[in-house]
């Protein structure tokens, strides 16, 4: 499977610090009616049997909406419950051993933070490559801002997609203009929301002007 450049427009990242009594099931949908392009189920927390109960239910849903499901550093959930992906950092496994395990039918992400990186992902089987934190952000707090000028570097190094993600929300996207990337990937900016469908949809329009036609 090659990664439609499409999919990264609105990323979703999930995270249950912001339930208030929701399932992630309920708050996932709500996203999805809101128009998110991609949802990574991100569990750092959960052990496997309920990281892949989680999966199981949200993969139907993304289903809905042919939306990918992609699953954050954990390849044996991933292949499990039937997910379109595994998305790893530079700290998880390495790529080119997740691609061996997952094969070629199913899109492999990988964080990268600067043009090496990102050339040494795509030859070891990245589809789409997330750049950041492109932001300050408190989902992070390990890695450094990455500049406009690093994202067009990394843009101009690959030809996968390209999403950013780190302290982005509605007030800043347009920041992102000419940079080259594909979209968006939000974590708080979404699962914070309350009405996560309709920041969703206001998200997605930002995000739309941002890469323009």
Known sequence: MRCDKRHMLLYAVTDRAWLHGQTLAQQVEEALRGGVTCVQLREKELDDGAFLREA?????????????LIVNDNVEV????????????????????????????????????????????????????????????????????????????????????????????????G????????GVALVSAIFSAADIQAACRELRRLSEEMVGP
Do not use: W
């Open 56 to 68: 199981e239910a949200l993969l139907p849903l993304c289903r809905r909406y042919h939306v990918p």
């Open 78 to 173: 991933a292949l499990a419950c039937g997910a379109d992906g595994v998305h790893v950092g530079q700290e998880d496994m390495a790529a080119g051993e997740v691609r061996r395990r997952i094969g070629e039918d199913k899109l492999l992400g990988v964080s990268v933070h600067t043009v090496e990186e990102a050339v040494e992902a795509v030859r070891n089987g990245a589809d789409y490559l997330g750049l950041g934190a492109v932001f300050p952000t408190s989902t992070k707090t390990d890695v450094d801002q990455m500049s406009i000028g690093t994202l067009r570097a990394i843009r101009a190094a690959v030809e996968v997609p390209l999403v950013a993600i780190g302290g982005i929300h509605r007030g800043n996207i």
């Open 175 to 182: 920041q992102l203009a000419g940079s080259g990337v594909d």
